[in-house]
């Protein structure tokens, strides 16, 4: 596995890779890696001959100052698990390799980036976007692999691709719970374990809603407040959205069909936390 940390590096790899001809896939983070990414490393390496991981916590996309200071960040402990995972090539690069002095293009997400994480997070869409952009340019893969659990960043990054015309395909990774149901993410660390018992009414109450779907429920005003109901049940619960939406444009819908996700965001204590589930039969 080579570590790379300047952009002129990284282009000889990747202009020797694709001189050979060789199938690339490449998986974006912001590490303090957990099973989720390493779901994810591993599906590009399955489908690719060779994977690129990024570490890069990104500040154009944090609104908000004391979750950027807060964001975990272990990069040896990061290096191990992505050796472990026969990723070859990891780029870690610093702020100024990947922004410009005086940096100053944005890309604008549009309607898909008004709504959920957009209303809470302004400016939160146009980091990612503008950030995953350019390391599309750097890395040059043949794929990209994202995961579920952020479904709206997911679905945005789909549309600037298309929109974009980037030549590179983006696969979806499905998201990976803990034992007990609870979405795994960077931030879980921060959870006290009474934080971390209440935390899992968010999957429990998407479960529930699943269930009451299967049943033959299909009115998005009952399914939404049996999830409501169950965060209320936290106390240190504080939802933000339970949002019935359909799939591809993420507008609202009045009736569930199986092309219907459940967004959710809450925070609990001091970490928010984001989960969704497809209602599928
Ligand atoms: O999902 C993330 O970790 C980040 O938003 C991403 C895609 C790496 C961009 O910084």
Not at 34 to 44: I, T, Y
């Amino acid at each position: 596995m080579k570590v790379l940390k300047e952009i002129g590096d990284l282009r000889k790899e990747v202009r020797s890779v694709r001189r050979k001809g060789l199938k690339t896939g490449f998986v974006p983070t912001m590490g303090f890696l957990h099973e989720g990414h390493l779901s994810l490393v591993k599906q590009a390496n399955a489908e690719c001959d060779l994977s690129f991981v990024s570490i890069f916590v990104n500040p154009l996309q944090f609104n908000n100052k004391s979750d950027l200071e807060n964001y975990p960040v272990d990069i040896p402990r990061d290096l191990k698990l992505l050796e472990e995972c026969k990723t070859d090539f990891v780029f870690i690069p610093h702020y100024s390799e990947v922004y410009s002095a005086g940096s100053q293009t944005r890309i604008d997400t549009g309607d898909l980036g008004k709504d959920y994480e957009g209303a809470f997070r302004p400016g939160h869409f146009a980091g990612v976007v503008t950030v995953v952009s350019i390391l599309f340019n750097l890395v040059q893969p043949d794929i990209a692999v994202f995961g579920e659990k952020d479904f709206q960043q997911l679905r945005i990054i789909e549309q600037m691709v298309d929109d974009l015309k980037f030549d590179i395909q983006i696969r979806r990774g499905k998201t990976v719970r803990e034992a007990d149901g609870l979405a795994k993410s960077s931030r879980n660390v921060r959870l006290s374990s009474s934080q971390r018992e209440q935390a899992l009414l968010i999957s429990q109450g998407l479960q529930e809603a699943l269930s009451l779907f299967r049943s033959g429920e299909k009115d998005a005003a009952k399914l939404q407040s049996v999830v409501t109901e169950k965060l209320a049940r936290g106390k240190e619960v504080n939802m933000e959205y339970v949002s019935l939406v359909e799939e591809e444009s993420l507008s609202p819908i009045a009736e569930a069909t199986e092309n219907t996700r459940i967004l959710v965001a809450a925070s609990v204590g001091p970490v928010r936390l984001l989960d969704n589930i497809r209602l599928e039969a």
